[in-house]
């Protein structure tokens, strides 16, 4: 590995700590990282230019050839992103270009390691703006947020490098495809979630203006990465196709592939050992489930199951980045309660307003409800966010109002669920798969509206939306004999590629005929992608529907198939579940 990936690879390491050590001692390792980064990169462009000066010399006719190779390269990568100038001369500027790009997999090895400096100047800046006076409550848990986002992005870019090493080698095409095409979208997704903090009140708008050049940057750097990475891939995958001569086709089971045989038992099953109880009278190893989770083991390649017996939890619980492959089993969604009532009214950002909080991958929950008490009036409140990349949800319910569930990053799933609110309340931007849940709008406040889904996808490159696939949409008993009186909305575009589509549900006349609302003006209805395919139900004809651009009836199986779990987040083919009742596939 190179001087530069050591580099990153000690910046992810006092990343990842990031919220576990005295934030001054990291912030003298970091700023020591960064010096050793910047005369590295002194050393090596010396060495470069004194090396060209050389070999100029001697071989100018090699030197020069392989420069335009490189470069010929590098400007053939790039082509393929959203900005391709800011692409290439910015790789080009790197010092040993010449050396290091031989192929377009390296030209993408050189972009992910540029944006990792960007990242780490970017993280300075947020740092500084934590030492201000005169911050709101607000804006000092929004730079923590950042700082959060700017640790996770490392993790995803050291992951991507990782990953453009190995690739085609320990795992499948497809796979290797999905999975970086997941940690280049999940690290826009990081960008974008740290300046959403900043958008609450003029006030915190001023803070979120003096990031946003550095931010923006970040996000076209990844936006490039992508771009390149779907290009390579795509086109790999494609030969491979017409090599092999046939199509890899999905079937009707219910579970994703990357939920082991032993992991969808556990799902399934009522009688699982746990390796520790949480119960609110004593009786267990632990009277708190942020206890459980703090004493779990950290990176854990096995699954480590937290039993949360019958009762209720007020408390705020985060299984953080670190905490690996962990489940929660409850006693029943009715019996298992975790609650908390953290709002932006009352102070907090959407971020760290969630009762729970899943960043962990693999996690894994049954038989729980994830609450947030905060009510209507309170604006964003969040029950539950999962940024877990790979997790599912079977048999939980997820109440709240404005909010309710914050899909944030990442592959997830989610069967046999209950999910209530009022506006936006299934939100974010991960590859999301709903099957077989009741998606409930409840009576809102005074004036407002309900909105069933707001996607938050941001480039037309990430694999990212919501799906909600055999469902029940309606309304919860408070809402029923008022709905006349609340508008209520299959979704709204939060972002500019907002993408989400209701396939093979049903749909009760809570649901406005029009089926979908404007964010403000014409924002994203040219760019966004809103299908519906075979939903039935009061609420379900498309006649009245809006007539934008990006909104579609779909008509074609194949192209619903792209949407269903196995090619959605699965990236591959479904296994049976065996014991299930039911199929939910195409």
């Known amino acids: 590995m190179s001087r530069l990936k050591d580099v990153m690879a000690g910046v992810l390491d006092s990343a990842r700590n990031l919220f576990n050590k005295r934030k001054k001692l990291f912030i003298t390792a970091f700023a020591s990282i960064l010096l050793a980064s910047a005369l590295i990169g002194i050393v090596v462009g010396v060495k470069s230019r004194n090396s060209s000066s050389s070999h100029n010399d001697e071989q100018p006719q090699s030197i020069t050839s392989s420069s335009t190779t490189a470069h010929s ?73 950042c700082l959060e986002m700017v640790s996770e992005t490392l993790e995803e870019l050291s992951d991507v490098t990782k990953g453009l090493e190995e690739y085609r080698t320990k795992k499948s095409l497809k796979q290797h495809a999905n999975d970086l095409k997941t940690l280049m979208s999940s690290a826009i997704t990081d960008q974008e979630t740290c300046l959403d903090g900043f958008s609450h009140d003029d006030a915190d708008k001023k803070v979120r203006k003096e990031l946003l050049k550095s931010e923006e940057n970040v996000e076209k750097m990844c936006s490039i990465a992508l771009a390149m990475i779907c290009n390579m891939t795509n086109a790999d995958l494609a030969n491979e196709m017409k090599i092999n ?29 746990p390796n520790v109880v949480v119960a609110a009278d004593g009786s267990g190893n632990y009277k708190t489930v942020a206890a459980a989770v703090a004493a779990a083991p950290s990176k854990s390649k096995t699954r480590y199951v937290i039993r949360i017996k019958a009762g209720v939890y007020r408390e705020n619980v985060e299984v953080t980045s670190g905490k690996t492959n962990l489940m929660f089993i409850g ?37 729980i409800t994830f609450q947030n008490t905060a009510g209507a009036s309170n604006h964003q409140a969040v029950a539950l966010r999962v940024g877990s990349d790979l997790s599912a949800f079977y048999q939980c319910d997820m109440l709240a109002y404005q909010d309710t569930l914050y899909v944030h990053k990442n592959r997830q799933f989610y069967i046999n ?67 006349g009186s609340f508008p209520t909305y299959l979704g709204r575009p939060w972002k500019e590629y907002s993408r989400t589509v209701i396939m093979q549900s049903t749909i009760s006349n809570v649901i406005n005929p ?31 529907r809006v007539n934008w651009k990006g909104y579609k009836v779909i008509t074609s199986s194949s192209e619903a198939q792209g949407f269903t ?14 014991g299930f009742p039911f199929s939910l596939g195409l």
Not at 337 to 358: D, H, M, N, W, Y
Request: aromatic letters at 8%.
């Open 514 to 544: 029009a089926g979908w609302f404007p964010w403000d003006g014409n924002f994203a209805l040219n760019t966004l992608y809103y299908g519906e395919y075979q939903n039935t139900g009061a609420g379900a004809g498309t006649s009245g």
């Open 73 to 145: 390269i590098v400007k053939s990568s790039c082509s393929s992103t959203l900005y391709p100038e800011l692409c290439y001369s910015t790789i080009t500027s790197h010092p040993d270009v010449t050396k290091k790009v031989k192929s377009q997999k390296d030209a993408i090895e050189v972009a992910v390691n540029i944006t990792a400096k960007a990242v780490q100047q970017s993280y300075i800046k947020i740092e500084k703006l934590t030492h201000r006076k005169g911050l709101t409550k607000r804006e000092v848990g929004a730079l923590k947020d």
């Open 245 to 273: 001569g046939r199509n890899l086709k999905e079937n009707d089971d219910v579970w994703p592939e990357w939920l082991s045989g032993k992991d969808r038992k556990l799902l399934q099953s009522g009688t699982v050992t």
């Open 417 to 483: 669920c209950f999910i209530a609110g009022t506006v936006d309340f299934i939100f974010g931007n991960a590859a999301v798969v709903f099957q077989d849940c009741d998606i409930h709008a409840r009576r809102p406040d005074s004036g407002q509206k309900n909105m069933l889904t707001a996607q938050g996808r941001t480039d037309a490159n990430q694999n990212t939306g919501i799906v909600i696939q055999k469902c029940r949409i309606g309304a919860t008993s408070d809402l029923l004999p008022v709905q």
């Open 565 to 578: 779990p196995g090619s959605f987040v699965g990236g591959g083919s479904w296994l049976r579940a065996t």
């Open 331 to 367: 006693d029943g969604r009715r019996n298992t309660i975790i609650t908390g009532s953290r709002s932006v009214k009352g102070g907090s950002t959407t971020f760290e307003s969630s009762t729970v909080a899943i960043v962990g991958d693999g996690f894994l929950a049954r038989d």
